[in-house]
């Protein structure tokens, strides 16, 4: 009697399961048409705003960061030490060889402990590098990205941005993983597979999702590339530039009709092919370019050389932040095309808020992924 009890309880449990699993399935459809709705709307409004020579988000720059390069490289080594310290006192803790680790080889409790030094030792780096510049310097907390004064909008700024960067950075991971079978997996889905310990997964999300997007947030937005606007783009550029050109058209024309030297009005000059006996008849034919179109083809020019400028800093930035998770699953392109997303919402608003948050969704899109691959509902 009692084994066909316990054969009925695993049927419903099975039962169970199946329901949760299509439950799940449902669930992750509607998610995805939900980011792939608000991409496609979002790219066409910010397609829009582009071709209307406005910026996808107002620019909010009103200066430099305060911190050279000295302080970066003190904000980056100790971001090396306090890490790998956490890591080597962890090990030695658990009587392990640092030099002979083998994470192939330690159990789930030793993982455990390793992710959890990492973890700490990301937030404790970050703690004390905010201490650091902010002690070095005294700039406001502004300065430093963490002004809460438009929180609100810097939580929508990041929903909208997360679904128009998630589309082509997982567009360009799946291209890039079918072109390249063999490329490697990152260590967190390793560690799960082989394990499949629930305490463990929790662990990783907290690496992920909380400790990885603080510090590397501040690391590379605000400290690396904010000292890379600072030293390759002048002040002048960081300015919003009009979009009409007209105000630059006004401007030189009232100055000319008022134009005074030494206080003395003075008269505006003739045409260049009146009373001029130098003038070749080739010349006088050619129809002179107008002020407005000098003026035009002026600021066009130097609103492309702005452009340029502009992008350096967060072209860098995201390469070297691409290139610091090399051998974590596929080559780092994905990742470039993120970080440059992220890149732009810190320089426009110069608050790490927006990026910070993009940057948790997308580590959350991840895990959420290893808990289905652990339930059985997605593939490997």
């Not at 910026?55 to 904000?75: A, H, K, Q, S, Y």
């Not at 008849?281 to 130097?302: C, F, K, V």
């Not at 580590?363 to 509902?377: D, P, R, T, Y």
Request: contains cysteine; glycine residues 6%; proline residues 7%.
């Amino acid at each position: 009697m009692w084994r066909l009890s316990f054969a009925v309880l695993l049927v419903r449990l099975e039962l169970i399961g199946c329901r949760m699993k299509a439950v799940l399935s449902l669930l992750m459809s509607v998610v995805t048409f939900a980011i792939l709705a608000t991409s496609l709307m979002a790219w066409v409004h910010a397609f829009k705003r582009l071709m209307a020579g406005q910026p996808i988000i107002e620019d909010e720059r009103t200066g430099v960061v305060p911190w050279n390069w000295f302080m970066l490289l003190v904000v980056a080594l100790t971001f090396l030490v306090v890490i790998g310290g956490c890591q080597l006192v962890t090990m030695l803790l658990l009587g392990l060889d640092p030099g002979e680790f083998d994470p192939k080889s330690a159990t789930p409790f030793q993982h455990f402990a390793v992710i959890m030094a990492f973890s700490t030792g990301m937030l404790i780096s970050t703690a004390i590098g905010y201490g650091l510049v902010w002690s070095m310097t005294r700039c406001p907390f502004a300065s430093l990205g963490l002004s809460l004064s438009k929180i609100r909008v810097d939580a929508r700024i990041a929903l909208v941005a997360f679904a128009m960067l998630i589309v082509p950075t997982l567009l360009c991971q799946l291209a890039l993983v079918q072109m390249l079978p063999a490329s490697p997996e990152h260590p967190f889905v390793k560690i799960v597979k082989d394990s499949q310990n629930g305490i463990l997964l929790w662990c990783i999300a907290f690496a992920a999702i909380v400790a990885a997007p603080m510090s590397e947030e501040f690391l590379f937005r605000v400290m690396l590339q904010g000292w890379l606007e600072r030293i390759l783009v002048p002040p002048s550029f960081a300015a919003t530039i009009p979009t009409g050109d007209v105000a630059d058209i006004q401007a030189l024309k009232t100055s000319e009709s008022s134009a005074t030297l030494n206080g003395v009005s003075a008269e505006p000059l003739p045409p260049p092919d009146q009373g001029n006996p130098f003038l070749s008849p080739h010349d006088s034919a050619m129809p002179h370019a107008s002020l407005e179109s000098a003026i035009t083809n002026m600021s066009t020019g130097q609103r492309q050389y702005r452009g340029v400028v502009n992008w350096l800093p967060i072209l860098i930035s995201s390469t070297l932040f691409a290139m610091a998770h090399l051998g974590q699953g596929p080559p780092p392109i994905p990742l470039f095309i993120l970080a440059v997303g992220l890149g732009y919402l810190y320089r426009q608003t110069r608050r790490i808020w927006p990026s910070l948050i993009v940057h948790a969704l997308v580590n959350s899109l991840a895990v959420a992924q290893l808990v289905l691959m652990s339930a059985g509902v997605l593939e490997s």
